[in-house]
């Protein structure tokens, strides 16, 4: 005969609570059990105000193992945050509207960002940026190179794994496509990121940064057709932000040789 509930001992009723909680994988919440337990009896909390805290140990463990898959997967090359990134450097650089942009609206209308302008100038650091922001608020975030996808895209096609493949890129909230036109992309590689941006096209947002003037795009891609077609899905909804000031990289680089010359200098005369 099976005790009744009512007779049932607290020493298996909290081993019966325990089991639940584990075959419902709260396994945090049944590791801190106890505790809760202990801790209810202690500050004579009312039964609300111990499932309650129960449940927020499962809650937060859940949260921040989600939010360390969303971080591996994003891949994001550096932990820049927009703190970092110095607006006097780069007085071109429209603070108000990079401002906006982190505030992530541009997410919620699929809207695009393009990064324009020469090497060092912060194009790599402001998109790393606004892709921790996006992953901090919860969002799915990718990152990768021009190259890299390309790459990816033409291997997919040779091992039969093209739909998986466009399929992966078309997932992330936020895709951030680094480095365009810095190297010559593999063959067929234009027309891949042009999948890619076609399939995200008025879905979720992608970032892309460029060196190419978008007025050159048409000879830096060798298929003008692809290039115009890529350009008017991008540029249907987007801000464009074009950064022509100095290299940022070169700052250090720059004062170390006007040194060097004024040493020079100061030996000659
Ligand atoms: P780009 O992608 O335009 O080539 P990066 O974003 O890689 O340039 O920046 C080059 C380096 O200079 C990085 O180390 C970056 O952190 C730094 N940097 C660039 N612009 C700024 C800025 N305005 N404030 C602080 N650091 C900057
Ligand atoms: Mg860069």
Known sequence: MTTPPMQMSEARRFQQLRGHLSYLKLNDAAEAL???LDQARHERMSITAAL???????VEATESRRRAA??????????WMLSDF???AQ???DEKLIRDLATLRFLDDASNVLFVGPPGVGKTMLSVALG???VDAGHRVYFTTAVELANKCRKAAIEGRWKTCMRFFAGPKLLIVDELGYLPLPEDGASALFQVINQRYLKSSTILTTNVG???WAGAFGDATVAAAMLD???HRAAVVGIDGPSYRLRGHQTQADNLRKGVNARVS
């Open 34 to 36: 106890n505790r809760v």
């Open 214 to 216: 978008i007025a050159d």
């Open 233 to 235: 899905r991008l540029l």
């Open 91 to 93: 007085p071109g650089v």
């Open 86 to 88: 110095d607006f006097a």
């Open 132 to 134: 921790r922001a996006a």
């Open 52 to 58: 309650e805290r129960l449940l927020e140990v499962e």
């Open 70 to 79: 969303r971080e591996r997967f994003a891949c994001l090359p550096e932990p």
